[in-house]
């Protein structure tokens, strides 16, 4: 059951393993396909994920297949994907996120490539891991947003598919670790609204970061 979807979540997971935003068993990745998730087991060691211990829960949190139990973390999984409509979900508890998430109340946008994960990033408030509390915590402060840090735990983030939401976990440590760098010098600059949304316009004239096709001269 779900055999393409657990394979994805196994090889996002040694990635992750791979750029040390994991470490043994800490952190948990799941990936929506209709009304059934694949998602990382309890205890599993992120860095040696197979696709066969990967569990399978419908949105309710039944297991459906998979002999390991399935993360602790389930609820923030199955809340994300029951409010927010995501396709996947990465926490992790990256080095230079977990280190800010117990100092900051915000992630303010020092780079406008942050602007990719919705705005600045909010930092939802503490509470024990694999609690109802900490879901609701952590949904809240994903409103209108891909990203979020998790007060003195770790990084949630959420995409269209477990690819998309590694690709912004990785950028929110890049820029987790860009304001650390900045604040060791001096008081990091921050982009106002207006410059953000200077940003965000050019963005959509330019087509910015889309694939284009390069334009060939007549001959």
Not at 16 to 32: E, P
Not at 174 to 181: F, M, P, Q, T, V
Not at 188 to 211: F, I, M, N, T, W
């Amino acid at each position: 059951m779900l055999e393409r979807e657990r394979e994805r979540v196994a090889v996002a997971a040694r990635r992750l393993a791979d750029a040390g935003l994991v470490i043994g068993t800490a952190g948990n990745l799941s990936m929506r396909t209709s009304e059934l998730v694949a998602i990382t087991p309890t205890g599993g060691v992120l860095a040696a994920l197979s696709a066969e211990q990967v569990s399978v829960v419908d949105l309710d949190g039944r297991q459906r297949d998979g002999e390991l139990e399935p993360t602790s973390e389930l609820d923030l999984h199955l809340g994300l994907y029951h409010r927010h409509d995501a396709g996947a979900v990465v926490h992790t508890h990256a080095p230079y996120a977990t280190a800010l998430a117990c100092v900051l109340d915000e992630l303010p946008i020092v780079h406008y490539s942050l602007l990719d994960l919705g705005g600045p990033v909010r930092v939802a408030g503490y509470a024990t891991f694999g609690t109802e509390e900490l879901a609701e915590q952590t949904l809240a402060a994903l409103a209108d947003r891909s990203a979020a840090l998790m007060a003195n735990h770790g990084t949630i983030a959420h995409g269209a598919d477990v690819e998309q939401a590694v690709e912004r976990t990785l950028l929110l440590e890049w820029g987790c670790e860009l304001y650390w760098r900045a604040a060791m010098i001096g008081k990091p600059r921050v982009l106002d609204d207006d410059q953000c949304q200077a940003v965000l316009s050019a963005k959509r004239e330019r087509g910015y970061g889309a694939v284009k096709p390069r334009e060939r001269t007549p001959r």
